[in-house]
């Protein structure tokens, strides 16, 4: 077997379903920039996250022809299965990036498309699964903050219809907005479901620095782009009457999100410290770090279109502040990548 095949095979057999939040981390850092006026920035990043989803995509492919049985027990396993549901946000993104910067509006909707089937496939299979499989393990050992990207997935669909939504005729516009909605309202009650066990776990259980794993990050992110549905469906009220009547309810709710994953943003910057700080946990580059990328892109693009939404200019420049952190974190991120790459290559025998 050549070198080159034998690496990828190797490479693969461990991928892990959540890989494609490099898609997620990449994508909105290219909005981000896209609304604050870096156009080379957000094309640059445009072109490179089509590259990160096909090559992403392909090694999926290739986990799954090469390696069916990790699949299915990554499915049946707690903390793996939500990693699934990467793939349906990295869709939304790359769709919201081809409408709003490539301006492609088959492409975006095609993508939608592809999102909306995963995220229908992923959530009756992994639910289902989790439900009636026997063998369960405890709370503290079966839920952390990446349970949260089914809501970060459910949420994206309303992002990527509301978007769609004004940019087609009606009815079409009136119908999408509608799914944006109900996306919208069921991705704010799982929240509510999940975080409830999630802080449940945090408050009533032994935690180790070990269990302070990225994905709790998800926490904020989730939130995060709840805001921003909940901004695209108050800047669509002239587009769709029946919002309109529920404009004080949008905006109350709008919010209520933001809020929430403001408060998140000190909490987690505080376990951080107390995970790296003062426990000493090593930091070692770890997939599973774009899941703590996303939340930081999406928060600046949320507070972005909320300002816009609701006429809140005094928040100023805090989107800014959170785009460069997101940003600097990406690039450190990136090269770690890059490194771990080369370091796979190089131990792989000839």
Known sequence: MPRLLRHVRT????????????????GILSLAAHLMGLPHLAIG????????????????????????????DDLFNHLNAPGFFTFVAACSILASQSLLIGGNLPLAALLGGIGLLAWVLFTYTIFTVLTVKQDKPELARGINGGWLLAVVATQSMAVIAALISQHVDQPLRMELNF??????????????WMMSLIFYRYTFFAFSPAD?????????????????AGSLLILNTPHAPFLNSMLPFLKGFTVFYWATGTWWIPMLIVLAIWRHGVRHFPFTYDPMYWGAVFPL????????RMMEAMELHFLGLLPHVIFGIGLCAWALLFTGQLRALHRQWRDTPA
């Open 45 to 72: 990043l445009f072109w490179l996250n089509w590259c990160l989803f096909v090559v992403i995509g392909a090694l999926a492919l290739m986990h799954l022809y090469w390696h069916p049985k990790r699949v299915r």
């Open 11 to 26: 490479s693969t057999e461990t991928l892990s379903p959540g890989y494609f939040s490099m898609v997620m981390a990449t």
């Open 179 to 192: 799914f944006a909605l109900s996306m919208w309202l069921w991705g704010g009650m799982l929240y509510i």
């Open 212 to 228: 302070l794993s990225p994905p709790y990050w998800i926490n904020m992110g989730a939130m995060a782009i709840s805001t921003l």
């Open 297 to 304: 892109g999406m928060y600046a693009v949320s507070t972005l």
